[in-house]
């Protein structure tokens, strides 16, 4: 049974950084893409930043230059480094592990931008 285990998250002031972690169990990441969404209150779910299993990397035009995605295979977990962090980044970030038509999901981490 794969399992997505995302930490990390809490209250930040703006301009301040956060770094999301996704620890996964039951399957090797290796082969997965691994992306980050985020949903806040009262919008839809959207795709933050993507590495696919060659390590390239893709992001959303909100956060380029901001956030930062890599993985670490051999400790099959992936990260997401956010820096100058915006009240709109407040959101539920999730990761997801995908190949093909599987994805699997974490339970989200609360990430609240606020002075």
């Known amino acids: 049974q794969v399992q997505l285990v995302e930490s990390g998250g809490g209250l930040v002031q703006p301009g301040g950084s956060r770094r999301l972690s996704c620890v996964a169990s039951g399957t090797i990441i290796t082969i997965y893409h691994m992306d980050w969404y985020r949903q806040a209150p009262g919008k839809q779910r959207e795709l933050v930043a993507a590495i696919a299993s060659n390590g390239n990397t893709n992001y959303a035009d909100s956060v380029k230059g901001r956030f930062t995605i890599s993985r670490d295979n051999a400790r099959n977990t992936g990260y997401l480094q956010m820096n100058s962090l915006k009240p709109e980044d407040t959101a539920v970030y999730y990761c997801?592990?995908?190949?093909?038509?599987?994805?699997?999901w974490g339970q989200g981490t609360q990430v609240t931008v606020s002075s």
């Open positions: 997801s592990l995908g190949v093909g038509s599987i994805n699997y």
